[in-house]
């Protein structure tokens, strides 16, 4: 319980977006969240990520795979052209070299793979901001 309480009080210092617009990962993320005093933004479409993008700055943005209208990869394209230094994480539940592909050469940062659960979640948001930090020192 003790590492469970140390993920989220390091998470407290960070911004996270995710794009998903499924409401039965993303209702639940948004409690344990804000129960643990962690700030998310979960929005169901790209284009209001985007325009989240442009008012404020993430330090992890992740977003799925096949959004309406706009494909992730297109999406976190256009977030690192506005937000460099944000992590970007792709959130698929297809583990094909193609995606892997148009990732890499699209610039995003990391891959999770559906389907997950809240802790595997918190875990990688964890995994994440720490190799961000240790790519800072």
């Known amino acids: ?10 998470l407290k210092h960070i911004k996270i977006l995710l794009v998903d617009d499924d409401p039965i990962i993303s209702n639940p993320l948004k409690l ?4 643990n005093n962690c700030f ?3 929005v169901d479409t790209v284009e209001y990520g ?3 993008i442009g008012k404020s700055h993430y330090d992890i943005i992740l977003c799925v795979y096949n959004p309406p209208k706009i494909n992730g990869i297109d999406f976190l394209k256009g977030a690192k052209l506005q ?8 959130i698929t539940g297809y583990d094909t070299e193609g995606i892997k592909i148009k990732a890499l050469a699209g610039g995003i ?5 559906k389907p997950y659960t809240i802790p595997s979640f918190i875990s990688y ?4 901001h720490n190799t961000k930090k240790i790519q800072m020192i």
């Open 109 to 113: 940062d990391n891959i999770m793979y």
């Open 83 to 90: 937000q460099s230094h944000s992590i970007r994480a792709l």
């Open 40 to 42: 998310i933004d979960i």
């Open 125 to 128: 948001i964890s995994r994440l």
């Open 50 to 52: 985007l325009s989240l």
């Open 32 to 35: 344990v969240f804000k129960y």
């Open 1 to 10: 319980m003790n590492e469970i309480k140390q993920v989220f009080e390091d």
